[in-house]
């Protein structure tokens, strides 16, 4: 068999067998969990790939991102599936067995090594940690973006491969050939930040590329020379010509950066150093660089959210030297193992953004960030390992059982882990039971509960959610602890339990005066309970907060038909019948 013939039939089992694997998930639901925001209530999204769709993904801040392919792939998504989820899911899977097959094949154009490529996209496409970037519809920024991101790193290595081409073609045509790979690679950037700006530290991953192994590739070709021969050490490009070259390419990550935190600052995401101090932030980046090499080895208690932790100081220092030790032991080694140190700074560079130096959101980590910066962790491993077993004369049947005993495992935990997404109410029962002091997965879980029916169950985990101190995190706009309140006083409004009803929703006015919702909940439930005047103050007090709102008006006049107060009612009607009269007409008043 052909190099050729082998490294086809590698990316189409890569690609079958992911399939297989992640197959199930086309059977799954959407999850309450930025699912609903995301597709299932966002009316742009639904109206499939329009003029303006495309104009709104293209200058919308919504969901505190600004990711317009994203968008564009859900529209195409609703156009094809509509509202079944079954055709999103299918549309993940797809992208991922893509990833882990273009993964492969860079890593052989770059290496030259076909089954260390091939173990480290196994590893990629078949690590529990990375269920959630694909059975996650919501996730799709992750694995579309990472797409981008491999094509980028095919169009990098074919104009590195050009540029230092020894001969064979003229010096025009070589110019020629590496401007084009070189601007595919930076139109693939570009394609990249636009579905998910953790893309932002692709430029840093090339330049680790640059000194390994594209960096040996080069010395190798030259060293073949014979006009170089006497010249083996010659450096293959000054580390200035490499900064210059990528200088486009920090250009639109610098440019993404400012569009990014536009949209976040937009909609109030990133958490504010009053109430997370910098030193916290510290401490816990470093303790998450650990958890998540924790997690890479050992994937067990995964979950869609894990709560904030503040962190005591000396974990942060203890992960801090551990960290430090790592990093100095492969600069150490860079000479004999120069993969330890690409694939070891591939990880930590590509976590920053996400690490929670910038806290975007509630998560202290999340398995969805460790996609792309996994593949470092992977790429050292699986060097190291074979440099060890050459060194120890293993026979390749011995290395097909070992990466067996490796993969199999993985294969059987990333199938139960992905059977917890088949739906809300599995997915947020086994995140309560993994993680401690919860307040959005028991919420979620309550609404999810709710919605299928059990609205006692549901009423008990909102009363758990409530029971839970929110950290200086949640404590602000991210504190989804006064929808749970709401929806318990709506079930107990439901089933007559007036007192408590009234206490959840005089609650939520206590600490949200402006929560117009809980007014009208409260003022509903006052009726029901036959206060007619305490009643009407509350409609009083909500057609303040929406005086344009013709419902609001309506419901006043009612509660004051029911108070005999019948000059008012009328007063209130009319204000409501103005309020639904046509603008046309109102103009012409």
Same mark, same amino acid.
């Given at each position: 068999?052909?190099?050729?013939?082998?490294?086809?039939?590698?990316?189409?089992?890569?690609a079958?067998?992911?399939?297989?694997?992640?197959?199930?998930?086309?059977?799954?639901?959407?999850?309450?969990?930025?699912?609903?925001?995301?597709?299932?209530?966002?009316?742009?999204?639904?109206? *499939?790939?329009? @003029?303006?769709?495309?104009?709104?993904?293209?200058?919308?801040?919504?969901?505190?991102?600004?990711?317009?392919?994203?968008?564009?792939?859900?529209?195409?998504?609703?156009?094809?599936?509509g509202?079944?989820?079954?055709?999103?899911?299918?549309?993940s899977?797809?992208l991922?067995?893509?990833?882990?097959?273009?993964?492969?094949?860079?890593l052989?154009?770059?290496?030259?090594?076909?089954?260390?490529?091939?173990?480290?996209?196994?590893l990629?496409?078949?690590?529990?940690?990375?269920?959630?970037?694909?059975?996650?519809?919501?996730?799709?920024?992750?694995?579309?973006? &990472?797409?981008?991101?491999?094509?980028?790193?095919?169009?990098?290595v074919?104009?590195?491969?050009?540029?230092?081409?020894?001969?064979?073609?003229?010096q025009?045509?070589?110019?020629?050939?590496?401007?084009?790979?070189?601007?595919?690679?930076?139109?693939f950037?570009?394609?990249a930040?636009?579905?998910?700006?953790?893309?932002?530290?692709?430029?840093?991953?090339?330049?680790?590329?640059?000194?390994?192994p594209?960096?040996?590739?080069?010395?190798?070709?030259?060293?073949?020379?014979?006009?170089?021969?006497?010249?083996?050490?010659?450096?293959?490009?000054?580390?200035?010509?490499?900064?210059?070259?990528?200088?486009?390419?920090?250009?639109?990550?610098?440019?993404d950066?400012?569009?990014?935190?536009?949209?976040?600052?937009?909609?109030?995401?990133?958490?504010?150093?009053?109430?997370?101090?910098?030193?916290?932030?510290?401490?816990?980046?470093?303790?998450?660089?650990?958890?998540?090499?924790?997690?890479?080895?050992?994937?067990?208690?995964?979950?869609?959210?894990?709560?904030?932790?503040?962190?005591?100081?000396?974990?942060?220092?203890?992960?801090?030297?551990?960290l430090?030790?790592?990093?100095?032991?492969?600069?150490?080694?860079?000479?004999?193992?120069?993969y330890?140190?690409?694939?070891?700074?591939?990880?930590?560079?590509?976590?920053?953004?996400?690490? *929670?130096?910038?806290?975007?959101?509630?998560?202290?980590?999340?398995?969805?960030?460790?996609?792309?910066?996994?593949?470092g962790?992977?790429?050292?491993?699986?060097?190291?390992?074979?440099?060890?077993?050459?060194?120890?004369?293993?026979?390749?049947?011995?290395?097909?059982?070992?990466?067996?005993?490796?993969?199999?495992?993985?294969?059987?935990?990333?199938?139960?882990?992905?059977?917890y997404?088949?739906?809300?109410?599995?997915?947020f029962?086994?995140?309560?039971?993994?993680?401690?002091?919860?307040?959005?997965?028991e919420?979620?879980?309550g609404?999810?509960?709710?919605?299928?029916?059990?609205?006692?169950?549901?009423?008990?985990?909102?009363l758990?959610?409530?029971?839970?101190?929110?950290?200086?995190?949640?404590?602000?706009?991210?504190?989804?602890?006064?929808?749970?309140?709401?929806?318990? *006083?709506?079930?107990?409004?439901?089933?007559g339990?007036?007192?408590?009803?009234?206490?959840?929703?005089?609650?939520?006015?206590?600490?949200?005066?402006?929560?117009?919702?809980?007014?009208?909940?409260?003022?509903?439930?006052?009726?029901?309970?036959?206060?007619?005047?305490?009643?009407?103050?509350?409609?009083?007090?909500? &057609?303040?907060?929406?005086p344009?709102?013709?419902?609001?008006?309506?419901?006043? *006049?009612?509660?004051?038909l @029911?108070?005999?107060?019948?000059?008012?009612? &009328?007063?209130?009607?009319?204000?409501?019948?103005h309020l639904?009269?046509?603008?046309?007409?109102?103009?012409?008043q």
């Open positions: 068999m052909s190099n050729r013939e082998r490294s086809r039939l590698i990316c189409l089992l890569l079958l067998i992911t399939v297989a694997l992640y197959w199930p998930a086309t059977g799954f639901d959407f999850i309450n969990f930025d699912d609903t925001d995301y597709i299932l209530n966002n009316p742009a999204i639904h109206q *499939g790939v329009t @003029k303006s769709a495309l104009a709104w993904a293209f200058k919308t801040s919504y969901a505190s991102n600004w990711h317009p392919l994203t968008w564009v792939s859900h529209m195409v998504d609703c156009g094809l599936y509202s079944r989820a079954g055709g999103h899911h299918l549309t899977i797809l991922h067995a893509l990833n882990s097959a273009l993964l492969f094949l860079v052989q154009a770059m290496t030259r090594m076909t089954w260390r490529s091939a173990m480290v996209a196994a990629f496409a078949w690590h529990p940690l990375h269920v959630e970037s694909v059975a996650w519809v919501s996730e799709r920024k992750d694995v579309l973006s &990472t797409l981008f991101w491999l094509l980028t790193m095919v169009a990098y074919r104009y590195r491969g050009v540029r230092s081409a020894a001969g064979g073609i003229g025009k045509e070589k110019s020629s050939a590496a401007w084009y790979w070189y601007g595919a690679a930076l139109v950037f570009a394609l930040l636009m579905s998910k700006p953790m893309a932002v530290t692709l430029p840093f991953v090339l330049l680790l590329l640059d000194d390994w594209l960096g040996n590739a080069e010395r190798g070709a030259r060293s073949a020379d014979s006009r170089e021969a006497a010249k083996p050490n010659r450096p293959a490009s000054s580390l200035w010509n490499l900064l210059l070259e990528k200088a486009p390419f920090f250009v639109l990550a610098a440019f950066c400012v569009a990014t935190v536009w949209a976040q600052r937009g909609a109030n995401s990133i958490v504010s150093r009053a109430a997370l101090p910098v030193s916290d932030r510290i401490v816990n980046s470093l303790v998450n660089c650990v958890l998540y090499l924790g997690k890479m080895l050992w994937p067990a208690d995964l979950a869609v959210l894990y709560p904030y932790v503040t962190r005591p100081m000396w974990q942060g220092a203890l992960a801090g030297c551990l430090a030790a790592i990093s100095a032991a492969v600069i150490l080694a860079r000479r004999r193992a120069p330890l140190g690409v694939g070891w700074f591939w990880f930590l560079g590509t976590l920053v953004p996400v690490i *929670g130096l910038v806290q975007v959101g509630i998560q202290s980590i999340a398995d969805r960030y460790t996609y792309v910066p996994s593949i962790i992977f790429i050292g491993a699986v060097w190291g390992a074979a440099h060890l077993l050459d060194r120890w004369n293993w026979p390749v049947s011995a290395r097909a059982m070992l990466a067996g005993c490796v993969l199999v495992p993985l294969i059987i935990c990333s199938h139960v882990q992905l059977g997404w088949q739906d809300s109410v599995t997915l029962t086994q995140t309560t039971a993994v993680t401690r002091d919860n307040i959005l997965a919420y979620d879980l609404e999810a509960l709710g919605r299928r029916g059990d609205q006692d169950q549901a009423a008990v985990h909102y758990k959610a409530l029971a839970i101190r929110p950290s200086a995190v949640e404590a602000g706009s991210y504190n989804s602890q006064t929808e749970a309140r709401y929806n318990l *006083g709506a079930i107990y409004a439901h089933e339990r007036w007192p408590e009803a009234e206490a959840q929703f005089r609650a939520i006015i206590r600490e949200h005066p402006d929560h117009a919702q809980a007014h009208f909940a409260l003022a509903t439930v006052l009726l029901a309970a036959g206060r007619v005047s305490d009643a009407v103050a509350e409609f009083r007090q909500l &057609t303040q907060l929406r344009d709102d013709p419902q609001a008006w309506q419901q006043l *006049g009612d509660a004051l @029911k108070q005999g107060n019948a000059s008012e009612a &009328t007063n209130a009607f009319r204000m409501s019948a639904k009269e046509p603008s046309s007409q109102q103009g012409g």
